[in-house]
Each structure stands twice: as structure tokens, then as C-alpha cells.
């Protein structure tokens, strides 16, 4: 019986290829900041507050404008296809299937970004942009996924280049034939294995924000920041929107866990912009932890790949499933009707506790 998102996990692993599992779970280096993202969580306690009358908590909040029913996105993560033959085109419909659950899709996606769109129902749809040394192939994506109704853009900012992953240089991991970046291909785009090095642009400075609000009316948010400074940076060059990650350890190995930052981006941010969280989210109560630190939703990558490879499209419904009821039943018994109801006072240190 799966009952938890660590109950998925399990099942996919006995599922998948172990050199694509590594390629799914793995981060760089000797992976502490990997495992950092999931540690920060067990950090803190929850304060529940009781006889709210909180029997029926209401999970929605809007971002950008639009509702979302929970205040969980799917991050963008690269070849769904690697964990099911339809790739994005199940994850979009297996997210739809809950309501307006938001999808960003990578510059990656197995799958081509007309196909994914066609299955979206209520679900807002939003483009990851690594911004390619030739600019012409992110230009065109970018004016495809504006046709196809994205409604936004989030820039990944902590990839000058890929990481180094240990585990995929161990097993020489390459993309079996059949899985490819569907959105590049015929666009002079060519990944020989999974590390695209050559592709990226290293010399990308903040003026890339101009340069995406030359070509696209879309908003912009910035995903891969880990200090206030950047943050203060990134709303200095006028983003939409700030994305709190480390890449889910596969970046650069050495950083802090995203919940460990989430303050001081927070208090940089001062609620100007959307402020988002990513890296180790695995349950309800870990969302409730992120917004009471200061974000105002999260995105959880890798559960998504879990849910796709033990069933597809219901594996994901199934999925969020479980991370939508865990937030409800957290939010129920700490006393929450809505998420406007979570202040600082939720949550404390486990080390200062008992004060
Ligand atoms: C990623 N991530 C990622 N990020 C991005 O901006 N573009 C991408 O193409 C990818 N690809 C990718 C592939 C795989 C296999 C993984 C696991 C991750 C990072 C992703 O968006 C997100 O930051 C982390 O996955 C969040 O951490 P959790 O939820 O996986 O712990």
C-alpha cells in the first residue's frame, strides 16, 4: 500500500533502471546538500493552535494572479519520458486530474510542449528557460510556449553548467535512444548524453532578465537563488517572481538546504514578489513548515518522477493526492482554515525547543 511519498519512492525504485534511478535521485558531489534539502525539514516542530473550527481547511492561494488549489507546483525536471513512455503528456494530465495544480516544464521535457499544453485542463503551465548560448533556439521556444498558453517564464539561474553528478560519470549515463529533448530536436540542438556542458550559456549575467522581457510579455521568475543579496538583486532587475532552490542538490554540492535560506530570502523579499521553495518537500507538513519560514508556495521535483514511473497519469493524481490530503489533515490538526492563517509562530526550531 502506498501511503507516503517515500512509499512511491520505493515502488519506483523497484521499478526503474538503477542508472536511470540514479539519474533521478542523485545530486553532485557527495550529495549534502542533496541530503541537506530533506534534513532542514526535520528541523522544526509545528505549533498547533486548537478549537479553531478548522475541520475543513481551505488548501487554495493565488500566485500571479491565478488560483492554484494547493500551494504546490510540480518542478521543472528534464525526459519524464525516462519514467514513462508519455512523459509530460501523463504528467500534465495526471496533475489536470486534481484541478489547478501548476506544471512547469523544462527546456528538457521529453515531450513536445503542443502536446503537453493540449492535456492541461486547469492546470497553468509555465516554461523553464536555461538560457542556450544561442539565443535564437530559447527565443523560439519561449515564442512557442506563449502560442501553446504558458502563462509565465522561470529563468534557472544556478546552471552556468550542468553539476557534477557522480553517480550518472560512475555508470557513464546516457539518454536511451528513444528519449531526447523533444523541443530542441531540428532546432541544431544535440545532447550526446545527458550533460549538455557545450550548450549552455556560462557568461549569463542579470541582463538576461531584459533580454527575456524583450522577447516574451510573459512574467519572469528566477529559479536557483540561495542568498537575500541575489534575491535583492533579482528584484532589482525586475523579476516576477523568485524561485528558493538548489537545484535539488545537483548543482553545486555545499550549499545549505533551501529551507535553511528560506528566512533570509524572505525578509530580502519582503513580500514584493511571489517567493517559491524547492528541494526536498515529501510531505504535508513540509509545506506548511515552507510557508510559515516565508514562501508562499513550494515545488516538489522528484515525487513527480515516482508517481509517473509506478503509474503514469494516476500515479501523479495518486500522488498529489497524498501531499494534498497530508496538507489538509496538518492544517486541520494545527488549527488552520486557510493558509492566510499561518504566521512565523507555526513552526520552531528544534533546537530551541523547549525554550
Ligand atoms: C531537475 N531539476 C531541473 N531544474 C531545472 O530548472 N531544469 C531542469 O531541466 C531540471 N531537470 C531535473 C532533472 C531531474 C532528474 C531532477 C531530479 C531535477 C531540478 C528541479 O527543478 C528541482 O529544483 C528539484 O528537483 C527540487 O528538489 P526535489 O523536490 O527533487 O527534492
Not at 542523485?26 to 509545528?46: H, K, M, P, V, Y
Not at 544556478?158 to 535512444?177: I, Q, S, T, V, Y
Not at 523579476?239 to 548543482?251: A, C
Request: with cysteine; net charge negative; charged share 20%.
Amino acid at each position: 500500500m502506498r501511503l507516503t511519498l517515500g512509499d512511491f519512492a520505493r515502488s519506483a525504485e523497484a521499478r526503474l533502471d538503477p542508472a536511470i534511478w540514479d539519474f533521478f535521485e542523485g545530486g553532485a558531489g557527495e550529495e549534502r546538500t542533496l541530503a541537506a534539502n530533506a534534513q532542514a525539514f526535520d528541523r522544526w516542530w509545528l505549533r498547533p493552535s486548537v478549537l479553531r473550527g478548522a475541520d475543513r481547511p481551505e488548501t487554495a492561494v493565488k500566485i500571479l494572479g491565478r488560483a492554484w488549489d494547493l500551494p504546490v507546483g510540480i518542478a521543472p525536471v528534464a525526459f519524464h519520458t525516462l519514467a514513462h513512455p508519455l512523459g509530460e503528456i501523463a504528467t500534465a494530465r495526471g496533475t489536470a486530474a486534481l484541478g489547478s495544480v501548476p506544471l512547469v516544464v523544462s527546456t528538457f521535457a521529453g515531450r513536445r510542449i503542443e502536446e503537453v499544453a493540449a492535456q492541461r485542463g486547469d492546470v497553468p503551465l509555465w516554461l523553464q528557460v536555461y538560457c542556450l548560448r544561442d539565443r535564437s533556439i530559447t527565443r523560439s521556444l519561449i515564442e512557442r510556449a506563449e502560442n501553446a498558453g504558458f502563462e509565465a517564464l522561470v529563468l534557472t539561474v544556478d546552471a552556468p553548467h550542468l553539476g557534477r553528478r557522480l553517480r550518472d560519470l560512475r555508470n557513464d549515463f546516457r539518454l536511451p535512444a528513444d528519449v531526447g529533448p523533444a523541443n530542441l530536436a531540428g532546432d541544431g540542438f544535440r545532447v550526446p548524453a545527458a550533460h549538455a556542458r557545450a550548450e549552455f550559456d556560462p557568461g549569463l549575467d542579470w541582463s538576461v532578465v531584459d533580454w527575456l522581457r524583450s522577447v516574451s510579455a510573459l512574467p519572469v521568475l528566477v529559479k536557483g537563488i540561495l542568498t537575500g543579496a541575489d534575491a535583492a538583486l533579482a528584484i532589482g532587475a525586475g523579476v516576477d517572481g523568485i524561485v528558493v532552490s538548489n537545484h535539488g542538490g545537483r548543482q553545486l554540492d555545499g550549499v545549505p538546504g533551501t529551507l535553511d535560506v528560506l528566512p533570509e530570502i524572505a525578509d530580502a523579499v519582503a513580500g514584493r514578489v511571489p517567493l517559491l521553495l524547492d528541494g526536498g518537500v515529501r510531505r504535508g507538513r513540509d509545506v506548511l513548515a515552507a510557508l510559515a519560514l516565508g514562501a508562499d508556495a513550494v515545488l516538489v521535483g522528484r515525487p513527480v518522477l515516482h508517481g509517473l514511473a509506478v503509474g503514469g497519469a494516476e500515479g501523479v493524481t495518486d500522488l498529489l493526492t497524498i501531499l494534498l490530503d497530508e496538507l489538509t489533515d496538518a492544517m486541520s490538526l494545527c488549527g488552520l482554515r486557510t493558509l492566510a492563517d499561518i504566521t512565523p509562530d507555526l513552526v520552531r526550531p528544534v533546537t530551541s525547543w523547549p525554550a
